[in-house]
T-cell receptor, first 117, second 110 residues
Framework: GAVVSQHPSWVICKSGTSVKIECRSLDFQATTMFWYRQFPKQSLMLMATSNEGSKATYEQGVEKDKFLINHASLTLSTLTVTSAHPEDSSFYIC?????????????FGPGTRLTVL | SQQGEEDPQALSIQEGENATMNCSYKTSINNLQWYRQNSGRGLVHLIL?????REKHSGRLRVTLDTSKKSSSLLITASRAADTASYFCAPHSGNTPLVFGKGTRLSVIA
């Protein structure tokens, strides 16, 4: 099946620094990718929709200046958490439906655990 | 996008038993998908059932869909310790992102 990778798988950073998380579709192209955040023992919350070649669409309550999304190519989307604070510590997961497909199935990355000290 | 509501929130069974979890949703869909998440990992797609299907099987998984009741069920037969995970349903329509509820936390005790 289709594979989505994320890098890094975990990261620890100091408060105030920026962290970049990459999401790659390894064997298919994705014009759209989705970013989710998951706090412990909670469900995945959709943060934003990343669109190749255009601006991302953010869900209500998600600060676009804090969570910068760049969909640079048909296989890569990046999420940058700027000026990270401890409350940004979470599990970040991306997903992608294959381009040209029926848009039904999304393939999820393994997630990136961010810890902000 | 709409999220499904899984029930029960937690389920604990013995290895070898069957596990049934349910999902309810509110508006019409094109399909409904079930995903599994092991602790600290990403989601794994289990099965997709389309709105014109009533039942679908995949290995030890059996999914039903009742569009008149806006509900679905996931049955895992002969459960194993490795089935311990959280299970999420995702009702889906159009080319929209999947939205998830709280899921069902399944514990299979060896």
């Amino acid at each position: 099946g289709a594979v989505v990778s994320q890098h890094p798988s975990w990261v620890i950073c100091k408060s105030g620094t920026s962290v970049k998380i990459e999401c790659r579709s390894l064997d298919f192209q994705a014009t759209t990718m989705f970013w989710y955040r998951q706090f412990p023992k909670q469900s995945l919350m959709l943060m934003a929709t990343s669109n190749e070649g255009s601006k991302a669409t953010y869900e209500q309550g998600v600060e676009k200046d804090k969570f910068l999304i760049n969909h640079a190519s048909l296989t890569l989307s990046t999420l940058t958490v700027t000026s990270a604070h401890p409350e940004d510590s979470s599990f970040y997961i991306c997903s992608a439906p294959p381009a040209g497909g029926p848009g039904d199935t999304q393939y999820f990355g393994p997630g990136t655990r961010l810890t902000v000290l | 996008s709409q999220q499904g509501e899984e029930d029960p929130q937690a389920l604990s069974i013995q290895e070898g038993e069957n596990a049934t979890m349910n999902c309810s949703y509110k508006t019409s869909i094109n399909n409904l998908q079930w995903y599994r998440q092991n602790s600290g990992r990403g989601l794994v797609h289990l099965i997709l059932i389309r709105s014109n299907e009533r039942e679908k099987h995949s290995g030890r998984l059996r999914v039903t869909l009742d569009t008149s009741k806006k509900s679905s069920s996931l049955l895992i037969t002969a459960s194993r310790a490795a089935d311990t995970a959280s299970y999420f349903c995702a009702p889906h329509s159009g080319n929209t992102p999947l939205v998830f509820g709280k899921g069902t936390r399944l514990s299979v005790i060896a």
